[in-house]
Protein backbone atom coordinates (compact mmCIF):
# COMPACT_ATOMS: atom_id res chain seq x y z
CA UNK A 1 0.00 0.00 0.00
CA UNK A 2 1.27 3.53 -0.52
CA UNK A 3 0.34 6.60 1.45
CA UNK A 4 0.02 10.29 0.88
CA UNK A 5 -0.25 12.90 3.54
CA UNK A 6 -0.92 16.39 3.41
CA UNK A 7 -3.38 19.31 4.81
CA UNK A 8 -0.01 20.27 6.35
CA UNK A 9 0.92 24.14 6.50
CA UNK A 10 1.07 27.55 9.01
CA UNK A 11 -1.26 28.29 11.41
CA UNK A 12 -1.23 30.60 14.40
CA UNK A 13 -1.48 28.85 18.13
CA UNK A 14 -4.76 27.91 18.90
CA UNK A 15 -6.10 27.28 15.28
CA UNK A 16 -6.98 23.58 13.77
CA UNK A 17 -5.59 21.69 10.78
CA UNK A 18 -6.77 19.00 9.36
CA UNK A 19 -4.30 16.52 7.61
CA UNK A 20 -5.30 13.82 5.45
CA UNK A 21 -4.02 10.43 4.55
CA UNK A 22 -4.73 8.83 0.70
CA UNK A 23 -3.89 5.54 0.00
CA UNK A 24 -3.77 3.45 -2.98
CA UNK A 25 -4.21 -0.36 -2.29
CA UNK A 26 -7.87 -2.38 -2.33
CA UNK A 27 -6.48 -3.82 0.88
CA UNK A 28 -6.20 -0.56 2.96
CA UNK A 29 -9.39 -1.35 4.64
CA UNK A 30 -8.09 -4.03 6.75
CA UNK A 31 -4.83 -2.08 7.77
CA UNK A 32 -4.31 -0.38 10.84
CA UNK A 33 -3.27 3.21 10.82
CA UNK A 34 -1.39 5.91 12.62
CA UNK A 35 -0.11 9.15 12.64
CA UNK A 36 3.30 10.26 13.79
CA UNK A 37 5.17 13.18 14.07
CA UNK A 38 8.81 14.17 14.32
CA UNK A 39 9.75 17.80 15.52
CA UNK A 40 13.10 19.41 14.53
CA UNK A 41 16.25 17.61 16.78
CA UNK A 42 13.52 15.26 18.09
CA UNK A 43 13.03 11.56 17.78
CA UNK A 44 9.87 10.33 15.66
CA UNK A 45 7.12 9.68 18.17
CA UNK A 46 3.56 8.27 18.41
CA UNK A 47 0.18 10.59 17.69
CA UNK A 48 -2.57 9.01 17.25
CA UNK A 49 -3.48 5.53 16.19
CA UNK A 50 -7.28 3.73 14.35
CA UNK A 51 -8.04 0.39 13.96
CA UNK A 52 -8.86 -1.01 10.52
CA UNK A 53 -12.79 -0.61 10.86
CA UNK A 54 -12.71 2.91 12.68
CA UNK A 55 -13.86 1.57 16.08
CA UNK A 56 -11.13 2.32 18.47
CA UNK A 57 -9.12 5.00 18.73
CA UNK A 58 -5.69 5.74 20.57
CA UNK A 59 -3.79 8.82 21.29
CA UNK A 60 -0.77 9.76 23.23
CA UNK A 61 -1.25 12.24 26.10
CA UNK A 62 0.24 15.25 24.33
CA UNK A 63 -3.10 15.62 21.82
CA UNK A 64 -5.22 13.92 23.71
CA UNK A 65 -8.58 15.96 24.01
CA UNK A 66 -7.40 18.33 20.78
CA UNK A 67 -6.84 15.67 18.40
CA UNK A 68 -9.20 13.69 16.45
CA UNK A 69 -8.47 10.51 14.20
CA UNK A 70 -11.13 9.06 11.37
CA UNK A 71 -11.17 7.24 8.59
CA UNK A 72 -13.65 6.81 6.00
CA UNK A 73 -12.63 3.43 4.15
CA UNK A 74 -14.50 3.72 1.37
CA UNK A 75 -12.40 6.50 0.12
CA UNK A 76 -9.23 5.22 1.23
CA UNK A 77 -8.63 8.05 3.40
CA UNK A 78 -7.58 8.35 7.48
CA UNK A 79 -7.89 12.45 8.61
CA UNK A 80 -6.31 13.92 11.88
CA UNK A 81 -8.14 17.02 13.16
CA UNK A 82 -5.77 18.97 14.96
CA UNK A 83 -7.50 21.88 17.04
CA UNK A 84 -5.86 23.75 19.66
CA UNK A 85 -2.43 23.62 18.17
CA UNK A 86 0.29 24.61 20.12
CA UNK A 87 4.19 25.78 18.67
CA UNK A 88 5.12 22.64 19.91
CA UNK A 89 2.95 20.98 17.33
CA UNK A 90 5.55 21.83 15.07
CA UNK A 91 6.67 19.06 13.22
CA UNK A 92 6.17 16.66 10.37
CA UNK A 93 3.57 14.63 10.38
CA UNK A 94 3.59 11.08 8.75
CA UNK A 95 0.91 8.68 8.63
CA UNK A 96 1.84 4.74 8.55
CA UNK A 97 -0.07 1.38 8.25
CA UNK A 98 0.53 -2.02 9.16
CA UNK A 99 -1.64 -5.33 8.17
CA UNK A 100 -3.45 -7.01 11.75
CA UNK A 101 -1.25 -9.59 11.38
CA UNK A 102 2.07 -8.01 11.56
CA UNK A 103 2.31 -8.80 15.46
CA UNK A 104 2.13 -5.83 17.29
CA UNK A 105 -0.54 -3.55 19.07
CA UNK A 106 -2.49 -1.59 16.45
CA UNK A 107 -1.73 1.11 19.43
CA UNK A 108 1.23 2.73 18.01
CA UNK A 109 4.57 1.67 16.02
CA UNK A 110 6.38 -0.57 14.24
CA UNK A 111 4.35 -0.10 11.24
CA UNK A 112 4.64 -1.57 7.61
CA UNK A 113 3.98 1.28 5.46
CA UNK A 114 4.88 5.30 5.97
CA UNK A 115 3.87 8.05 4.25
CA UNK A 116 5.90 11.03 2.73
CA UNK A 117 4.69 13.46 6.00
CA UNK A 118 3.62 17.19 5.87
CA UNK A 119 4.81 19.74 7.75
CA UNK A 120 2.98 21.54 10.28
CA UNK A 121 4.24 24.44 11.74
CA UNK A 122 2.51 26.26 14.74
CA UNK A 123 3.33 30.28 15.51
CA UNK A 124 3.28 31.80 18.51
Known amino acids: VQLQASGGGLVQAGGSLRLSCAAS????????VGWLRQAPGKEREFVAA????????YYADSVKGRYTISRDNAKNTVSLQMNGLKPEDTAVYYC??????????????????WGQGTLVTVSS
Open 96 to 113: AAKDPAYGSSWRGPPYEY
Open 25 to 32: GRTFSRYN
Open 50 to 57: ITWNGGST
